[in-house]
């Protein structure tokens, strides 16, 4: 069965940072690209960034320069460094696989950015 934790969310003022992490278990992790979404309130659920299995990177142009995704194999856990961080940042963020082989998805983890 496959599961997703993620962790590490927040309430921080803007230009803050924060460290999200998701833990995955019940797949082949280090084979899987992994990306991280978010969802604010009222909002679809939108792509935040996604990092291969062999750690190439993409990101969403709203937080290109800001956020870094990062992959710990060992742990079969991806992390996302937020810097910088703005009120329209204020979301439920989520892991998982790419659009079109979503599995299960977690809780999510809140991040909130006061102005």
């Known amino acids: 069965q496959v599961q997703l934790v993620e962790s590490g969310g927040g309430l921080v003022q803007a230009g803050g940072s924060l460290r999200l992490s998701c833990t995955a278990s019940?797949?082949?992790?280090?084979?899987?690209?992994m990306s991280w979404y978010r969802q604010a309130p009222e909002k679809q659920r939108e792509f935040v960034a996604t990092?291969?299995?062999?750690?190439?990177?993409n990101y969403a142009d709203s937080v290109k320069g800001r956020f870094t995704i990062s992959r710990e194999n060992a742990k079969n856990t991806v992390y996302l460094q937020m810097n910088s961080l703005k009120p329209e940042d204020t979301a439920v963020y989520y892991c998982n696989r790419p659009t079109g082989y979503y599995v299960s998805w977690g809780q999510g983890t809140q991040v909130t950015v006061s102005s």
């Open positions: 990092i291969t299995s062999g750690g190439s990177t």
């Open positions: 019940g797949i082949i992790f280090s084979i899987n690209t």
